[in-house]
């Protein structure tokens, strides 16, 4: 080993332009330090001052770095690792969840930002503290931009996000609306924002689907129209609204324009398939505005002939149809009643004629008791004291019969057949207005010929006098 030492001293000027010997000492008298010289580097190697105040700008590497105060570092700097291509890189040395960094005030374990590296798991951890017990934000310049809650709480544009108990939440607020852009393939797909009025789900792509564990629930097409149940493609049909049965034998509803359609678990239209109601649960009311069709419909033309039918399914049983178009006659209603075979029972006719063909075969030896009034109700014509007010004695007898004109007459409804009877309009100018029925234009219009009875009693009553006084008269003479 060479025992040569060589000691000098000089200036900062002198030490930069003094190469020594190899192994010599010069002292800095500027910087009060010590140079290492290695027989070829002018100036040497400045060694470190205990209290490292002469290498706030040293470059060179150190195998343990304390530093009080500001210190700047330049180049790569690598801890327990040689540096890299980055400026700082930290080596934990070990493959498992190890914190490899921490970030914090004097030591002090609460408020450090930590982070923790796990390679064998391909993680890598950033939490605030050891029993990650801190809030964790995120700024740009001085505008805080997100927000990590103590329970797992995010919010974006808010310093509060929302916290519900048991629940974890994502806030996003913006000094407008809060929006969430999806995307893919850098293309934006579909957006939710808020605002103080409104709430809206915007999606750019044809088809909006809500799936469930058990498949698609609901859909919505770029027209608008809305499926439920997986009813898959609702186009083809107009439909703006559809709802599908699901398992065996279920049925849905198509809502297309200013139309309801049944449908199968297919699903597809298909005729009777779903039920209103059920027996223990009924609909209470139902209000209708227009056509009800009931039961089978058959387009005769553009006309509809079977409006309603209710039938035992029993061939032999009995039933009810309503029609309004049979056998080339068009009814304005049409009841039929069913026994082995169908037959017409009451009939409404477009003219607003009133049939009913059994009632002919329905006899009585009674008088007739309806009365039709000139706005078309039918009336039981009655007689009893109970339905009658103003009481008095006719007036009118066989004076005023012996004015009437009895004729013989053919009705202009019917044909060749010939009637006997009176004329409105003379019964009415004798005076006997009591049985004359009037139009609405206060016209004579009928007769009341059960109610001229009294007229005839009147008069019969008035002969008997006559001939009681006659029968006396004769006597009398007969008598002299």
Same mark, same amino acid.
Do not use: W
């Given at each position: 080993m060479a025992t040569q030492l060589q000691i000098?001293? %000089?200036?900062?000027?002198?030490?930069? +332009?003094?190469?020594?010997? !190899?192994?010599?000492?010069?002292?800095?008298?500027?910087?009060?330090?010590?140079?290492?010289?290695?027989?070829?580097? +002018?100036? #040497?190697?400045?060694?470190? /001052?205990?209290?490292?105040?002469?290498?706030?700008?040293?470059?060179? *590497?150190? &195998?343990?770095? =304390?530093?009080? #105060?500001?210190?700047?570092? &330049?180049?790569?700097?690598?801890?327990?690792?040689?540096?890299? *291509?980055? /400026?700082? &890189?930290?080596?934990? %040395?070990?493959?498992?969840?190890?914190? +490899?960094?921490?970030?914090?005030?004097?030591?002090?374990?609460?408020?450090?930002?930590?982070?923790?590296t796990d390679h064998g798991n391909n993680l890598v951890s950033l939490y605030a503290s050891g029993s990650a017990s801190k809030t964790m934000r995120f700024l740009s310049g001085t505008l805080e931009v997100m927000r990590l809650g103590t329970t797992g709480n995010v919010g974006i544009g808010t310093s509060s996000p929302n916290s519900y108990s048991s629940q974890t939440t994502l806030t996003i607020n913006g000094s407008t609306y809060g929006r969430l852009d999806l995307e893919s393939a850098g293309t934006l797909r579909a957006s939710l924002f808020a605002t103080a009025g409104s709430t809206t789900f915007s999606a750019a792509t044809d088809l909006l689907t809500f799936d469930t564990s058990g498949g698609e629930a609901i859909r919505i097409d770029s027209s608008g129209n809305v499926g439920i149940g997986g009813v898959g493609n609702i186009s083809p049909y107009g439909i703006r609204f559809a709802i599908n049965g699901t398992g065996t034998g279920g049925a849905g509803l198509y809502f297309g324009s200013g139309v309801i359609i049944p449908t199968d678990n297919t699903p597809t239209i298909s005729d009777a398939t779903v039920d209103l109601g059920a027996s223990n649960y009924r609909f209470k009311d139902l209000y209708l505005s227009g056509v009800a069709n009931v039961g089978s419909i058959v387009q005769t033309g553009s006309t509809s002939s079977l409006v309603a039918s209710f039938e035992n399914t029993n061939t032999s049983g009995y039933g009810m149809r309503i029609t309004t178009y049979s056998s080339g006659v068009e009814y304005a209603l049409a009841v039929d009643s069913y026994g082995g075979g169908y037959s017409r029972d009451f009939v409404i006719g477009?003219?607003?004629?009133?049939?009913?063909?059994?009632?002919?075969?329905?006899?009585?030896?009674?008088?007739?008791?309806?009365?039709? =009034?000139?706005?078309?109700?039918?009336?039981? *014509?009655?007689?009893?004291?109970?339905?009658?007010?103003?009481?008095?004695?006719?007036?009118?007898?066989?004076?005023?019969?012996?004015?009437?004109?009895?004729?013989?007459? /053919?009705?202009?409804?019917?044909?060749?057949?010939?009637? #006997?009877?009176?004329?409105?309009?003379?019964?009415?100018?004798? %005076?006997?207005?009591?049985?004359?029925?009037?139009?609405? !234009?206060?016209?004579?219009?009928?007769?009341?010929? %059960?109610?001229?009875?009294?007229?005839?009693?009147?008069?019969?009553?008035?002969? /008997?006098?006559?001939?009681?006084? +006659? &029968?006396?008269?004769?006597?009398?003479?007969?008598?002299?």
């Amino acid at each position: 080993m060479a025992t040569q030492l060589q000691i000098r001293r %000089g200036t900062t000027a002198q030490m930069n +332009a003094f190469t020594g010997a !190899e192994g010599e000492l010069a002292v800095n008298t500027t910087t009060d330090t010590v140079h290492v010289h290695d027989g070829s580097t +002018a100036g #040497g190697f400045a060694l470190a /001052k205990a209290d490292g105040s002469n290498i706030a700008t040293y470059a060179g *590497s150190f &195998t343990t770095l =304390a530093a009080s #105060g500001a210190s700047t570092l &330049t180049g790569a700097v690598g801890i327990n690792i040689a540096p890299t *291509s980055y /400026k700082l &890189t930290v080596n934990s %040395g070990s493959t498992t969840a190890t914190t +490899a960094a921490a970030i914090g005030y004097n030591g002090d374990e609460g408020t450090n930002l930590y982070v923790n590296t796990d390679h064998g798991n391909n993680l890598v951890s950033l939490y605030a503290s050891g029993s990650a017990s801190k809030t964790m934000r995120f700024l740009s310049g001085t505008l805080e931009v997100m927000r990590l809650g103590t329970t797992g709480n995010v919010g974006i544009g808010t310093s509060s996000p929302n916290s519900y108990s048991s629940q974890t939440t994502l806030t996003i607020n913006g000094s407008t609306y809060g929006r969430l852009d999806l995307e893919s393939a850098g293309t934006l797909r579909a957006s939710l924002f808020a605002t103080a009025g409104s709430t809206t789900f915007s999606a750019a792509t044809d088809l909006l689907t809500f799936d469930t564990s058990g498949g698609e629930a609901i859909r919505i097409d770029s027209s608008g129209n809305v499926g439920i149940g997986g009813v898959g493609n609702i186009s083809p049909y107009g439909i703006r609204f559809a709802i599908n049965g699901t398992g065996t034998g279920g049925a849905g509803l198509y809502f297309g324009s200013g139309v309801i359609i049944p449908t199968d678990n297919t699903p597809t239209i298909s005729d009777a398939t779903v039920d209103l109601g059920a027996s223990n649960y009924r609909f209470k009311d139902l209000y209708l505005s227009g056509v009800a069709n009931v039961g089978s419909i058959v387009q005769t033309g553009s006309t509809s002939s079977l409006v309603a039918s209710f039938e035992n399914t029993n061939t032999s049983g009995y039933g009810m149809r309503i029609t309004t178009y049979s056998s080339g006659v068009e009814y304005a209603l049409a009841v039929d009643s069913y026994g082995g075979g169908y037959s017409r029972d009451f009939v409404i006719g477009v003219n607003g004629y009133i049939y009913s063909p059994p009632t002919y075969g329905l006899t009585t030896g009674g008088s007739a008791n309806m009365f039709v =009034a000139t706005d078309g109700s039918f009336q039981r *014509s009655v007689s009893s004291a109970r339905y009658k007010n103003t009481i008095t004695d006719a007036t009118h007898g066989l004076t005023e019969l012996l004015t009437l004109r009895p004729v013989t007459y /053919k009705g202009n409804n019917d044909a060749d057949t010939v009637f #006997g009877g009176l004329i409105a309009e003379e019964v009415h100018d004798a %005076g006997l207005t009591e049985f004359v029925q009037y139009n609405e !234009e206060d016209q004579p219009d009928a007769l009341a010929y %059960g109610n001229m009875v009294s007229l005839c009693i009147k008069a019969i009553q008035e002969l /008997k006098e006559e001939l009681n006084t +006659a &029968t006396a008269r004769i006597t009398e003479l007969e008598n002299n």
